[in-house]
């Protein structure tokens, strides 16, 4: 539990401690237009925690293959009550319309099973935009295993970054 709480945590040490660095220290561009954040497994579950707690400083949103812990869930012996609910989990009115939020999953996934659909689901029904899909991963053949995996994550990080970068 010790490592859940670490990452449950990070949202702190992001915001109140590595990006005021950043930007004091290097030239950004910053604001919420120019502000990403993504990641995979339970990377991605924190991007999603992250990028949805903080609407007013992220734009663009990525969760690769998102682990369990954005709702309620009990999976290898661990329940956690969740950061959201399958109603609460929208943007604010004014984000709606300038959110990026993307969400790729493989079909074959055995270690975060359907959390990526189950959050996508909750997505569409708050009518968030957004984009969720599933990918085989690996090369322009999907010729990827579809697992919790490099080819899945890069997949989704390629389609991500595509879609910031116009």
Same mark, same amino acid.
């Given at each position: =539990?010790?490592?859940?709480?670490?990452?449950?945590?990070?949202?702190?040490? *992001?915001?109140?401690?590595? =990006?005021?660095?950043?930007? %004091?220290?290097?030239?950004?561009?910053?604001?919420?237009?120019?502000?990403?954040?993504?990641?995979?497994?339970? &990377?991605?579950?924190?991007?999603?925690? #992250?990028?949805? =707690?903080?609407? %007013?400083?992220?734009?663009?949103?990525?969760?690769?293959?998102?682990?369990? &812990?954005?709702?309620?869930?009990?999976?290898? &012996?661990?329940?956690?009550?969740?950061?959201?609910?399958?109603? +609460?989990?929208?943007?604010?009115?004014?984000? =709606?319309?300038? +959110?990026?939020?993307?969400?790729?999953?493989?079909?074959?996934?055995?270690?975060?099973?359907?959390?990526?659909?189950?959050?996508?689901?909750?997505?569409?029904?708050?009518?968030?935009?957004?984009?969720?899909?599933?990918?085989?991963?690996?090369?322009?053949?999907?010729?990827?295993?579809?697992?919790?995996?490099?080819?899945?994550?890069?997949?989704? *990080?390629?389609?991500? *970054?595509?879609? #910031?970068?116009?």
């Amino acid at each position: =539990m010790q490592h859940y709480a670490a990452y449950n945590n990070f949202i702190n040490d *992001l915001t109140q401690c590595l =990006m005021p660095y950043i930007n %004091e220290n290097y030239s950004t561009l910053t604001g919420r237009e120019n502000t990403a954040i993504c990641g995979f497994s339970m &990377g991605g579950r924190v991007s999603l925690q #992250i990028g949805f =707690m903080r609407q %007013e400083q992220f734009g663009y949103i990525g969760g690769f293959c998102p682990a369990f &812990g954005i709702f309620k869930y009990t999976n290898y &012996g661990v329940t956690e009550e969740g950061f959201f609910t399958e109603d +609460t989990f929208t943007l604010k009115p004014e984000f =709606m319309d300038n +959110t990026l939020v993307l969400i790729a999953a493989g079909p074959k996934d055995d270690i975060v099973k359907t959390e990526p659909k189950r959050y996508a689901n909750a997505l569409q029904k708050n009518k968030v935009p957004h984009f969720y899909y599933e990918t085989m991963g690996g090369d322009s053949k999907n010729k990827g295993g579809g697992g919790h995996e490099p080819a899945v994550y890069q997949h989704g *990080l390629y389609n991500f *970054l595509k879609r #910031i970068f116009k």
